[in-house]
């Protein structure tokens, strides 16, 4: 099982400035990587996912990169609604996996 | 505007099986060619995807709970379902169900339910 790592678990961050958040896969896993964000009570929000796809309603301001073992999802011009947990997932259409990072927390 | 609803008995009893059920609003599962997926999260785990399930009558499962998962649907009824036997604390979690993108993708969701909190305690 791949294992993905984020760091770090807390970011502290201003309003207006950016995050860089960063996630390690165990073994190569090429752009299969996806982004979630998470508020308090909520499900988590698919942000990003295989290299460049973001879902309709998703500001341009998160921007996902990365291949291989290293992945970062850069959140410019923090707004207020940005402060969240994020996490990595990287996926597998087959076999099927979908294993999630223990995410990161931004917080103001 | 399509809405995931899950439903769940809340508590349940070390070894017995747990049943939730998504039912699903403002589409038909009938025919659908998304995949429908379940995910759960807990404190200790974390955000962990347990089963996926499309209308085809393909499944697929997170080789961690193959023994012990169901998956299935009800177009019928338009909702899909998870079953999870021989439970134990560490199956306490929400569990969420949701929709892929769209792009046939079977462990990535870009639609959830609010989630079902389950409890597992005697």
């Known amino acids: 099982e791949v294992v993905m790592t984020q760091s770090p678990a807390t970011l502290s961050v201003s309003p207006g400035d950016s995050a860089t958040l960063s996630c390690r896969a165990s073994q190569s896993v090429g752009t299969d990587v996806a982004w979630y964000q998470q508020k308090a009570g909520q499900a988590p929000r698919l942000l990003f996912w295989g290299g460049s796809m973001r879902p309709t309603g998703v500001p341009d301001r998160f921007i996902g990169s990365g291949s291989g073992t290293d992945f970062t999802l850069t959140i410019s011009s923090l707004q207020s609604e940005d402060f969240a947990v994020y996490y990595c997932q990287q996926f597998s259409n087959w076999p099927p996996s979908g294993t999630f990072g223990g995410g990161t927390k931004i917080e103001i | 505007q399509m809405h995931l609803q899950e439903s769940g008995p809340g508590l349940v009893r070390p070894s017995e099986t747990l049943s939730v059920t998504c039912t699903v609003s403002?589409?038909?599962?009938?025919?659908?060619?998304?995949?429908w997926g379940w995910v759960r999260q807990s404190p200790g785990k974390g955000l962990e995807w347990i089963a996926t399930?499309?209308?085809?009558?393909?499944?697929y499962y997170n080789p961690s709970f193959r023994s012990r998962v169901t998956v299935s649907m009800d177009s019928a009824k338009n909702e899909f379902s998870l079953t999870l036997t021989s439970l134990t604390a560490a199956d306490s979690a929400i569990y969420f169900c949701?929709?892929?993108?769209?792009?046939?993708?079977?462990?990535?969701?870009?639609?959830w339910g609010r989630g079902s909190l389950v409890t597992v305690s005697s």
């Open positions: 403002g589409a038909s599962l009938d025919g659908s060619t998304y995949y």
């Open positions: 949701a929709r892929d993108t769209g792009h046939h993708m079977v462990t990535i969701f870009d639609l």
């Open positions: 399930v499309h209308y085809g009558g393909h499944t």
